[in-house]
């Protein structure tokens, strides 16, 4: 019997067969959509920074490590060079290079480590102030327009210093410097920051406050972000500026100040305004001021010879009042004359009204006797006619009147509870009645019942 040249019906189909390519893109695609992007925590080695600005490293830790890139648009944003043996907090996304098929974490950002743990606690603090108004902005001052002396709250040793000194000296170096010294950095700083801010209320020498510090790390700016260095900045009886770090480092003490800076060097420019613009202005004024007073006495020249234009002889103007009084007499003689004879031509009208509407007295007396005369007869025969039915009525009632009927020998009898007996049916053997007879009554006692 010859083979069968055909699979058995009841064996599987063979699985697919793939490439290495779809293989290694699909374990991509499962890894990518498995684990989201999260933090990783670890130690870099192996550092190598590619011409193509890309950075190749791996994060290791004591008992593994992993492979990680960090493209050259993410190396960028950076702001700081990474080294080997730094450990950090990196932001990865876990996939695969396909080429090769490594796996490998996709690095989208990097910290230092701890600064997680900072960064809560500086999210909870602020959240902390402002429930409790601390940062409200119906509580900052307004700084002064010119002020005479400036105060900085800084480390002597600053580099702050010297950019708000130098600013300060090219702006308005006629301004009085009143530098009181604090530690900027380190664990002792927020007390000797809080100190200086102390002594700047109490002696009250200065009308605005800078409080400045250079750019760093968190770490490094973490002394500003003290809640007692923010309540002592709200405290602060002298307007206060902040200039800390660069423009994108925010601090709780910013939140608190009056007014934020993004640098020393802008506190500076915001709490003092430059000489040369304010003599520039000064002269505007002047020259404005200069104008509004030449046009004003132009305008009062004007007006006085529109009043010596104006200004008469006492003689003639009493004369032409004089006229004027005439004439007005004239006019108020006329006016009553004619007014007097409008009044009696009025009254002889309504004296002719008057006499018209005279009423006729006699023949109304007379009509009202007549009325008398009827009111009188229809109240007589009106009271007759009453009468007699009043006497009909009583006879009638007299009739019916139960009294008379008891009177020829009929009585009235009440159970016990004062209801008429009419039937002899509503009573029992032995029920108190009361019987009422034309002269009195009598209580009684049933002693037989017949219907």
């Known amino acids: 019997m010859a083979e069968s040249t055909h699979a058995p019906a009841n064996l599987a189909a063979p699985a697919p067969i793939l490439s290495v390519s779809l293989l290694n893109r699909l374990a991509r695609e499962r890894l990518e959509s498995a684990f989201p992007l999260c933090w990783v925590a670890g130690e870099i080695s192996n550092l190598t920074m590619a011409a193509s600005g890309h950075a190749y490293f791996s994060l290791k830790d004591d008992g593994a490590q992993v492979r990680c890139v960090m493209f050259r648009n993410r190396v960028q944003l950076l702001g700081r060079r990474l080294t080997n043996g730094q450990r950090v907090e990196a932001r990865v996304l876990v996939t695969l290079y396909e080429a090769r098929g490594d796996f490998q974490l996709s690095v989208e950002n990097i910290r230092e480590a701890g600064l997680g743990n900072l960064y809560e606690q500086f999210v909870r603090l602020k959240e902390k102030l402002e429930r409790e108004g601390l940062f409200a902005d119906e509580n900052k001052r307004p700084l ?8 900085v709250v800084t480390s002597p040793r600053a580099a702050a210093l010297r950019d708000v000194l130098s600013t300060l000296k090219r702006r308005a170096p006629h301004l009085e410097i009143v530098l009181y010294p604090a530690l900027v950095q380190g664990s002792d700083a927020p007390a000797q920051i809080v100190a200086a801010l102390d002594a700047a209320s109490r002696r009250r020498e200065c009308d605005v406050l800078i409080l400045c510090r250079g750019g760093g790390s968190l770490e490094d700016l973490w002394a500003f972000n003290d809640e ?84 008469v002889h006492p003689g003639q103007r009493i004369d032409r009042q004089r006229e004027g009084l005439e004439v007005l007499r004239r006019r108020l003689a006329a006016a009553l004359r004619r007014t007097g004879a409008l009044g009696q031509t009025r009254l002889a009208r309504i004296g002719q009204r008057l006499r018209l509407a005279r009423p006729d007295t006699q023949a109304r ?24 039915l009043l006497s009909r009525l009583d006879a009638g009632l007299s009739h019916l009147d139960p009294r008379a009927v008891m009177a020829r020998g009929y009585s009235l009898v009440r159970d016990a509870e004062g209801r008429i007996v009419r039937d002899s049916r509503a009573l029992e053997p032995n029920v108190l009645i009361t019987v009422s007879f034309h002269a009195g009554r009598a209580k009684a006692r049933v002693t037989q019942v017949q219907p």
């Open 144 to 151: 002064p327009a010119f002020p005479r002396r400036l105060g």
């Open 228 to 311: 007692a260095v923010a309540r002592a900045v709200r405290a602060c009886r002298v307007p206060v500026v902040t200039g800390i770090g660069h423009e994108t480092d925010f601090t709780i003490a910013d939140f608190a100040s009056d007014r934020r800076a993004a640098t020393p060097t802008a506190a500076a420019e915001l709490a003092a305004p430059e000489r040369a613009v304010l003599r520039d202005r000064l002269s505007d004024l002047r020259e404005a001021l200069a104008r509004r007073f030449e046009r004003y006495l132009e305008t009062c020249g004007q007006r006085l010879d529109r009043l010596a234009h104006r200004l």
């Open 365 to 388: 007396r007379a009509r009202l006797e007549r009325l008398g005369d009827r009111m009188r007869g229809a109240w007589i025969a009106g009271r007759d006619r009453k009468m007699a």
